[in-house]
């Protein structure tokens, strides 16, 4: 224990479900998820902040990609295809592992309040991630709100619908953005 | 004191921003606020459940204009139609004290991760009561989606504009959601 822990943080995500779901998030400390993933506690705290980070990790990576994929993405790409390069780019960390994780993870979310701030906020990031990414493009500010609010509302739809149908992320992301766009488009005005 | 307090709300909310603006946030105890009001603890927490909230008051309230909104829209408007009936009812609430006190509260909230996440949450809470309404009215899935989230990046925006500019909310929030469904119907698909 301690020495070499290649997959401590994938252990302590599952311990961390695993015990949420059996006697709830609120009943579960820090110390029971390090002991059940065979694990310490400093070891837990190496990897997440605090017990609710279990839940949100990687979120620094996640939003390293989207910066990425936006400033990548082809010089003729409008706003939304630079968008459309973010969730691409962020489809290599919807893994096997997270996949099977993801429905016990929404259920512990969904029944939390301090949970669903969290993941309120983690939604927030990437839109103002994104927004600053087509800004940086040239993007003008409206459009660049428009279309990272809109790339959020599609990575929400493509993750749930991901892990209910499995496959590809990228391709799933990128038809629930075009399906986002087509509805946006097709939406009439107020008279 | 705590006899007849017909403007106790404004006069906490007031206080609360006075002492966040001299010695921020996290140094404000509810008992000072309630001391610079002129009024009793108590008297605040049958007013906020916390500290937090009396940055976030009148929440209900809005959620209930929502749904009223759209819920009166007329028969005939589409779903972005009865998005605008929801920003337009919310406008009563948008009263002169709320835009005196609006730019002090944006950057207290800025200022601090966790009201950042309660404010996240309250754009989250105003985009899902949107959706419900719209389904309520038979709007299909995925345009109640993409409407209220063009509905609260409108009220966001809408809101930014009035306190920079003042006068009517409802004119305001009007022009916003119309200039976001033009450029959400403008935006590109990607190739």
Same mark, same amino acid.
């Given at each position: 224990?301690? *020495?070499?822990?290649?997959?401590?943080?994938?252990?302590?995500? *599952? $311990?961390?479900?695993?015990?949420?779901?059996?006697?709830?998030? %609120?009943? &579960?400390? @820090?110390?029971?998820?390090?002991?059940? $993933?065979?694990?310490?506690?400093?070891?837990? !705290?190496?990897?997440?902040?605090?017990?609710?980070? @279990?839940? !949100?990790?990687?979120?620094?990576? +996640?939003? %390293?990609?989207? &910066?990425?994929?936006i400033?990548?993405?082809?010089?003729?790409?409008?706003? +939304?295809?630079?968008?459309?390069?973010?969730?691409?780019?962020?489809?290599?960390?919807? &893994?096997?592992?997270?996949?099977?994780?993801?429905?016990?993870?929404?259920?512990?979310?969904?029944?939390?309040?301090?949970?669903?701030?969290?993941?309120?906020?983690?939604?927030?990031? !990437?839109?103002?991630?994104?927004?600053a990414g087509l800004?940086?493009?040239?993007?003008?500010?409206?459009?660049?709100?428009?279309?990272?609010?809109?790339? @959020?509302?599609?990575?929400? *739809?493509?993750?749930?619908?991901? +892990?209910?149908?499995?496959?590809?992320?990228?391709?799933?992301?990128? *038809?629930? +953005?075009?399906?986002?766009?087509?509805?946006?488009?097709?939406?009439?005005?107020? %008279?």
């Amino acid at each position: 224990m301690g *020495r070499w822990e290649p997959d401590a943080r994938d252990r302590l995500v *599952r $311990a961390a479900l695993d015990l949420f779901d059996e006697q709830g998030y %609120e009943n &579960t400390a @820090v110390a029971q998820i390090a002991e059940r $993933a065979g694990l310490t506690k400093s070891t837990y !705290f190496r990897h997440f902040r605090d017990k609710r980070e @279990v839940l !949100f990790s990687g979120q620094d990576e +996640l939003l %390293e990609l989207v &910066t990425g994929g936006i400033a990548g993405a082809s010089e003729s790409a409008g706003a +939304l295809g630079a968008v459309e390069g973010a969730l691409v780019a962020m489809a290599v960390t919807f &893994t096997q592992d997270r996949w099977a994780n993801g429905p016990r993870r929404l259920a512990v979310i969904a029944a939390n309040d301090e949970l669903r701030e969290r993941d309120a906020l983690k939604m927030a990031g !990437f839109a103002r991630t994104m927004k600053a990414g087509l800004l940086e493009r040239g993007v003008p500010e409206l459009d660049a709100d428009v279309a990272s609010e809109l790339g @959020v509302l599609a990575l929400r *739809r493509g993750y749930a619908q991901w +892990l209910e149908a499995g496959g590809d992320f990228a391709e799933v992301a990128r *038809r629930a +953005l075009e399906e986002v766009r087509v509805a946006a488009a097709g939406l009439e005005g107020a %008279e």
